[in-house]
């Protein structure tokens, strides 16, 4: 079992910025790619970004590219989620999910169903 904790979230305004946190106790977290989903209301889980086991191979969806950062520290069990230039659109419940990857040069995964374990999500509001 992996646990997850999300913190981080808050009530901005549009062009604020805002830094998730998820720190992750369990299981090895450095066997694990891990992800940020996000979920508006009304909406499915959408995509948002991913970081492979050891860091070195991110993802973004392209509406968050060039604005969002994603990045872990193995040695403190967290991946963090960098938000920059906040739009009113990226106002959602943000979840992280880490998927256990068995090879180091393994590619992370974009779908959500393919994550085993989740957080209980934290709230992000952007204001216009």
């Given at each position: ?52 086991r050891?860091g ?6 392209d509406?968050?590219e ?11 069990n ?12 990226d ?10 990857q068995?090879?180091p ?8 169903p393919?994550?085993?374990?989740w ?10």
């Amino acid at each position: 079992q992996v646990q997850l904790v999300e913190s981080g979230g808050g009530l901005v305004q549009a062009g604020d910025s805002l830094r998730l946190s998820c720190a992750a106790s369990g299981r090895t977290f450095s066997l694990y790619a891990m992800g940020w989903f996000r979920q508006a209301p009304g909406k499915e889980h959408e995509f948002v970004s991913t970081i492979s086991r050891s860091g070195g191979t991110t993802y973004y969806v392209d509406s968050v590219e060039g604005r969002f950062t994603i990045s872990r520290d193995n040695a403190k069990n967290t991946v963090y989620l960098q938000m920059n230039s906040l739009k009113p659109e990226d106002t959602a419940v943000y979840y992280c999910a880490a998927d256990f990857q068995g090879r180091p040069d393994q590619t992370p995964s974009t779908k959500w169903p393919e994550y085993e374990y989740w957080g209980q999500g934290t709230q992000v509001t952007v204001s216009s």
